[in-house]
């Protein structure tokens, strides 16, 4: 029984050595089963020739670097009759062994490409010999088993009747048969008291149940690639069009405005209750930017206006940060800062009804006014130069998040329309009425809507929509 014990400790300890080798779960974790056939060089005092038997072992794999097994072996030896005197009498013509235990593979290199399964195998094996040779034909004893083993992979995929992760499984090991006798065998007062014999095992190594599936790999993440946005090609026009509003679907053009002239940005919008421009409006700037460089003789004033929503002193601050918010993104785009200024009005000159949705739309606004350039005055009829006005507006219409705009629409005054007095101009010359933009009581106070009675000019008839009356800022 100390033999039995002394085998199980062994045991015990390689089976502790092998769990500390690796515990990373990239294993075949499935019980096995391990028919194999045994070839065995006996101890010359056994009195007999080779061994010849199978063992069968039922085992797991614990961690990637131990397994343990239940072990069952058998070999039958063929007596050597003339190593016994016939004094002996007669011997039988074969010898049997038989054992059952436990044991143990630990593998020394589990995560190697060509020596994954390279395993150290001890057991511990409560054996039974019977038809002995000599004075004893029967005899209980404890096999200890220790050497080397390899596992070589099949299929790891199946292939025919042979399930997947199958392995031929080869073993060399040194076995000691303690059976503690002094008679056994050939051997009469042996001191051994044992058998140190070598066995050779080859078989399979068969795994029981369905293969573990390998972990579906993550879906490699995907990257959008977003190509940038591109500014609207600005159109070529063949000639210089006229200051006015450009056709639906066409860029803005500066090309024949004049000192005074007024244009609402009609879609340059900012988001709720801030000066961060949209992205169309930041499009929308993209044609001035490119108008204003094709006419660096002008300088212009960016005017901010808001709807009546919130107090008077609120909207007046909103206004002044989108107007310079429009004025900071022109400069980006290439605008020479010295050529703009910016102003806010708040909710003072509506040019619409605050008190209905598409009034406040309207009222919602920015614009550019000219307020320099080298041809500022257009010639009339007799040679005498007058100033020119007028407010337009651009083709793309305005959403409820609009940016507060600058001045409102050019009242409905003189500097609109040619004085009256016979010494500049005939009084049939005025701007037709149809011309005019809306009036807009809160939008001018400081001039009349017609020339004085003496025939002069207003003094404010040259500052386009603008008007005398805007608070200061």
């Given at each position: 029984?100390?033999k039995?014990?002394?085998?199980?400790?062994?045991?015990a300890i390689?089976a502790t050595f092998g769990?500390?080798?690796?515990?990373?779960d990239?294993?075949?974790h499935?019980?096995y089963?391990?028919?194999?056939g045994s070839?065995t060089l006996?101890d010359?005092?056994?009195?007999?020739k080779?061994?010849y038997?199978?063992?069968?072992a039922?085992?797991?794999r614990?961690?990637?670097?131990?397994?343990?097994?239940l072990?069952g072996?058998?070999?039958?030896?063929?007596?050597?009759?003339?190593?016994?005197p016939?004094s002996?009498?007669?011997?039988?013509?074969?010898?049997?062994?038989y054992g059952?235990?436990?044991?143990a593979?630990?593998?020394l290199m589990p995560?190697?490409?060509?020596l994954?399964g390279l395993?150290l195998?001890?057991d511990?094996?409560?054996?039974e010999g019977r038809?002995a040779?000599?004075?004893?034909?029967?005899?209980?004893?404890?096999l200890?088993?220790?050497?080397?083993?390899?596992?070589?992979i099949?299929?790891?995929?199946?292939w025919?009747?042979i399930p997947?992760g199958t392995a031929l499984?080869a073993?060399a090991?040194y076995r000691?048969?303690?059976h503690g006798?002094?008679e056994?065998?050939?051997?009469?007062g042996?001191?051994?008291k044992?058998?140190q014999e070598?066995?050779?095992?080859?078989?399979?190594r068969?795994p029981?149940?369905?293969?573990p599936q390998e972990p579906?790999a993550?879906?490699e993440?995907?990257?959008?690639v977003?190509?940038?946005e591109?500014?609207?090609?600005?159109a070529?026009?063949?000639?210089?069009?006229?200051?006015e509003p450009?056709?639906?679907?066409?860029p803005?053009?500066?090309?024949g405005?004049?000192?005074?002239d007024?244009?609402?940005?009609k879609?340059?919008?900012?988001?709720?209750?801030k000066?961060?421009l949209?992205l169309?409006?930041?499009n929308i700037l993209?044609?001035v930017?490119?108008?204003l460089d094709?006419?660096?003789?002008?300088?212009?004033e960016?005017?901010?206006?808001?709807?009546?929503k919130?107090s008077?002193a609120?909207?007046?601050?909103l206004s002044?940060?989108r107007?310079a918010?429009?004025?900071?993104?022109?400069?980006?785009?290439g605008?020479s800062a010295d050529?703009m200024?910016?102003?806010?009005f708040?909710?003072s000159q509506p040019i619409?009804d605050?008190?209905?949705d598409?009034g406040?739309?309207?009222?919602r606004?920015?614009e550019?006014?000219?307020?320099?350039?080298?041809?500022g005055k257009?010639?009339v009829?007799?040679g005498?130069a007058?100033?020119t006005?007028g407010?337009m507006?651009?083709s793309?219409?305005?959403?409820?998040?609009a940016?507060p705009a600058?001045?409102?629409?050019t009242?409905?005054?003189?500097s609109?329309s040619?004085?009256?007095d016979?010494?500049?101009?005939?009084?049939s010359d005025?701007?037709?009425a149809?011309?005019?933009?809306?009036a807009?009581?809160?939008?001018?106070?400081?001039?009349?809507s017609s020339?004085?009675a003496?025939?002069?000019?207003?003094?404010?008839s040259?500052?386009?929509s603008?008007?005398?009356?805007?608070?200061p800022q």
């Amino acid at each position: 029984m100390s033999k039995l014990r002394l085998g199980t400790y062994a045991l015990a300890i390689a089976a502790t050595f092998g769990s500390q080798i690796s515990r990373a779960d990239d294993y075949d974790h499935r019980f096995y089963v391990a028919p194999m056939g045994s070839f065995t060089l006996p101890d010359h005092e056994r009195g007999t020739k080779f061994g010849y038997g199978g063992e069968l072992a039922l085992g797991k794999r614990l961690t990637k670097g131990l397994e343990l097994e239940l072990l069952g072996t058998f070999t039958n030896f063929q007596v050597k009759q003339g190593d016994f005197p016939s004094s002996a009498g007669s011997q039988p013509s074969n010898a049997k062994l038989y054992g059952y235990g436990g044991g143990a593979n630990v593998y020394l290199m589990p995560s190697s490409t060509w020596l994954s399964g390279l395993f150290l195998h001890v057991d511990v094996q409560r054996g039974e010999g019977r038809s002995a040779p000599g004075p004893i034909r029967s005899y209980g004893t404890t096999l200890f088993d220790a050497g080397l083993g390899y596992n070589y992979i099949l299929s790891k995929n199946g292939w025919g009747f042979i399930p997947g992760g199958t392995a031929l499984r080869a073993e060399a090991l040194y076995r000691q048969d303690a059976h503690g006798q002094g008679e056994l065998g050939t051997a009469y007062g042996n001191e051994h008291k044992y058998f140190q014999e070598t066995v050779f095992n080859i078989g399979l190594r068969i795994p029981l149940g369905a293969a573990p599936q390998e972990p579906a790999a993550e879906p490699e993440e995907q990257t959008q690639v977003v190509a940038p946005e591109e500014p609207p090609a600005e159109a070529p026009a063949p000639t210089p069009p006229p200051c006015e509003p450009p056709a639906p679907g066409q860029p803005i053009s500066l090309e024949g405005c004049k000192l005074g002239d007024t244009i609402v940005l009609k879609g340059v919008n900012f988001q709720f209750n801030k000066d961060t421009l949209t992205l169309n409006a930041k499009n929308i700037l993209n044609d001035v930017a490119a108008a204003l460089d094709a006419r660096k003789d002008i300088k212009v004033e960016i005017d901010g206006h808001t709807d009546s929503k919130g107090s008077d002193a609120y909207n007046q601050k909103l206004s002044e940060r989108r107007a310079a918010s429009v004025k900071r993104y022109l400069i980006s785009r290439g605008v020479s800062a010295d050529r703009m200024s910016s102003k806010g009005f708040g909710e003072s000159q509506p040019i619409a009804d605050n008190n209905t949705d598409e009034g406040r739309e309207i009222n919602r606004r920015v614009e550019l006014k000219v307020t320099d350039a080298d041809a500022g005055k257009a010639p009339v009829e007799g040679g005498e130069a007058v100033p020119t006005s007028g407010a337009m507006d651009t083709s793309t219409p305005a959403s409820d998040s609009a940016a507060p705009a600058a001045d409102s629409a050019t009242p409905s005054d003189s500097s609109s329309s040619t004085p009256s007095d016979s010494s500049n101009a005939p009084s049939s010359d005025a701007a037709p009425a149809s011309d005019t933009p809306p009036a807009d009581s809160g939008a001018s106070s400081g001039s009349d809507s017609s020339a004085p009675a003496d025939g002069t000019t207003p003094a404010d008839s040259s500052s386009g929509s603008m008007d005398s009356s805007a608070p200061p800022q």
